[in-house]
Antibody
């Protein structure tokens, strides 16, 4: 069965970086894209970006452009999402989600369990 | 950016009620509209994709309709396990955007 298992919770100081991993199993990793979505405490869902596990091509949300990098390691079927220059409003649960298809427009079919990132001095 | 607005933001309903949630986009997104259910402390779950397609394993009491700018999620007969927050999402163009959510609570 398809599983996305994310790395554990992180506590970071403002200005630091965080890198969250998402290890996939149960399917051919490079046949699908991975999206990253975050949810601030008590708030709604925010799309951060998409990466093709086939080509490595990325599309980032404009508001995060320059601070976020998404990568994949096909040898370990793992996707990574790094946010730099963390601010307090980056405090959120971060989710990886696999689409129904490879392209960025694919509905988010499978989700990781979420990783809480807390930014606090 | 395409914005999607859900209404209502919350509702109270009883088991067995028919519930309708609407989602309106700021421009035509044809049928690139998906619906998710999220329960507290859990990841969202895909219910409906491409406006009206029921995701495998999702009960048939859930249905979606609409095209262009106006969309509807209907729960035919509300069950206890359906109390949750529902989000619409447009996947017509980036940035992909979600509605603000509709919290369905027990009356």
């Amino acid at each position: 069965q398809v599983q996305l298992v994310q790395s554990g919770a992180e506590v970071k100081k403002p200005g630091a970086s965080v890198k969250v991993s998402c290890k996939a199993s149960g399917y051919t990793f490079n046949s699908y894209g991975i999206n990253w979505v975050r949810q601030a405490p008590g708030q709604g869902l925010e799309w951060m970006g998409w990466i093709s596990a086939y080509t490595g091509n990325t599309i980032y949300a404009q508001k995060l452009q320059g601070r976020v990098t998404m990568t994949t390691d096909t040898s370990t079927s793992t996707a990574y999402m790094e946010v730099r220059s963390l601010r307090s409003d980056d405090t959120a649960v971060y989710y990886c989600a696999r689409g129904l298809r490879l392209d960025y427009a694919a509905p988010f079919h499978y989700w990781g369990q979420g990783t809480l990132v807390t930014v606090s001095s | 950016d395409i914005q999607v607005t859900q209404s209502p933001s919350s509702l109270s309903a009883s088991v067995g009620d028919r519930v309708t949630i609407t989602c309106r986009a700021t421009q035509s997104i044809t049928s690139f509209l998906n619906w998710y259910q999220q329960k507290p402390g859990k990841a969202p779950k895909l219910l409906i994709y491409a406006a009206s397609n029921l995701q495998s394993g999702v009960p048939s009491r859930f249905s979606g309709s609409g095209s262009g700018t106006d969309f509807t999620l209907t729960i035919g007969s509300l069950q206890p396990e359906d109390f949750a927050t529902y989000y619409c999402q447009q996947s017509y163009s980036t940035p992909l955007t979600f509605g603000q959510g509709t919290k369905v609570e027990i009356k």
